[in-house]
């Protein structure tokens, strides 16, 4: 069974940043965010996902997790919105207004926190993430379950923190470097279409 010792702390690190720092629905979000809105606007964007996420983990580790085995069809209709949702910020992303046009101000707005950590329970990066953390790095049964959690929690929140503050300044720097409205408004429809074929291992599944 799983233990907390150096070698535990290490690959739990590991496998928080890969699967922090890879594309994902996530990412591609803030990078958007980050191009159309600047970087201080996508903070509380930023924060909902850290927060949220590890949020999801110690609920999916104590109790929800059970529900969803007890009644799949729950699971089946978070896994339709989740697709449904993610379409429809496809859209928004490929349709924003940037920053740089007209008056200088954006159409619309940054995704605000309590939309970005309600997000988690329906995107299939994060179930798959955490659904597999839970799997590998806890011992279910053991007297070491609730730190081991807390640990997780909190090696993830600084990795997806990290690592979202990173594709926020890429998307903040593209915007700078393609200089146009218009050049940025094709840089956000690349990421929206990313964003579409994040979907493909949730259609996998199904």
Known sequence: MPSIDATWFLSVLAFAV????????NNAMVTA???TFGFMRTWPHMLGVSIGFPVMLVALAFGAGGLLTAYPAIHLVMKVLGAAYLLWLAWRIGTAVPAVEGTGESRGRPMRFHEAALFQWINPKAWMIALGALATYTGVGTDAVLLQV??????FFVAALL???LWTAIGTGAARLLGTARRIRVFNIVLAVLL??????????G
Do not use: C, D, N
């Not at 890969?18 to 629905?25: E, H, L, V």
């Not at 807390?150 to 090696?155: D, K, R, T």
């Open 18 to 25: 890969s699967m922090s720092a890879t594309p994902g629905p």
């Open 33 to 35: 965010s980050g191009a």
């Open 150 to 155: 807390a640990w997780l929690s909190a090696i």
């Open 163 to 165: 690592s979202l503050m």
């Open 196 to 205: 579409v074929a994040s979907l493909l291992p949730l259609l996998r599944e």
